[in-house]
């Protein structure tokens, strides 16, 4: 039940990572590129793609003895995602220059969650 919510987030975002990343190269990329924001889609869409996979191997640690830091992991890049990814496909958008101090505070979230899986090396009991 605990690996519920990471595994959804997986799902979800790995599924929008894909038809994000397809939509900038192929409908939006005369528009990007005009724009001059093609790599800054493609840094969102690496990003969204390499967490959605880590939540997903997250979604199996969830079941066991260090749940709660696979799951504090889970949530923080899920908002990482959501912050840094998306403010960073607004902006290649041509979205509001305000979105630009929310990207960093993503990336902090990203961040934040690799320190619970190294948090997690020294919580919970070991398997024997």
Known sequence: MKARFPLLAAGLSGATGVALGAFGAHALKGFLAGLG???????AVRYQLVHAAALLVTAGWAGGPRQA???????SWTAGTV????????LALGGPR?????????GLC???????????????????
């Open 37 to 43: 924001t093609t790599a800054t889609w493609e840094t």
């Open 69 to 75: 830091a696979a799951l504090r992991a889970a949530r």
């Open 83 to 90: 912050l840094f990814s998306g403010s960073l496909y607004i």
């Open 98 to 106: 305000w979105m630009g101090p929310v990207t960093p505070l993503g």
């Open 110 to 128: 990203l961040i934040a969650g690799w320190i619970f899986v190294a948090a997690g090396a020294f919580t919970g009991k070991d398997e024997s």
